[in-house]
Nanobody, 127 residues
């Protein structure tokens, strides 16, 4: 069982930055690949970024590539999402999620591969 708690959301102006954090409970955090997803009002939940359990491999949606950076600190049981050059199109509830990884390099952009989810944190970008 993994419990995930996101933080760091808020209101920011266009062009600004935010850093989201996701703290995981339990001693097996390093067994999980982690992902960030987002859901805007009236839209389906979509993939944002993923990181392998060893932190070596990262993968991004085209819409955020070059602006967002995912990272993790297995000693702190935490995964981060640094978001720069934010625009109104980034407004959404952001969720972190954990997928059990059988290999150190496993990652996924498929939300159905993720077993555990946080409650989400709201990010609002004003124009």
């Amino acid at each position: 069982q993994v419990q995930l708690v996101e933080s760091g959301g808020g209101l920011v102006q266009t062009g600004g930055s935010l850093r989201l954090s996701c703290a995981a409970s339990g001693r097996t955090f390093s067994s999980y690949a982690m992902g960030w997803f987002r859901q805007a009002p009236g839209k389906e939940r979509e993939f944002v970024a993923a990181i392998s359990r060893n932190g070596i491999i990262t993968y991004y949606a085209d819409s955020v590539k070059g602006r967002f950076t995912i990272s993790r600190d297995n000693a702190k049981n935490t995964v981060y999402l640094q978001m720069n050059s934010l625009g109104p199109e980034d407004t959404a509830v952001y969720y972190c999620a954990a997928a059990l990884a059988l290999s150190g390099t496993y990652y996924s952009s498929n939300l159905y591969q993720y077993k555990y989810w946080g409650q989400g944190t709201q990010v609002t970008v004003s124009s």
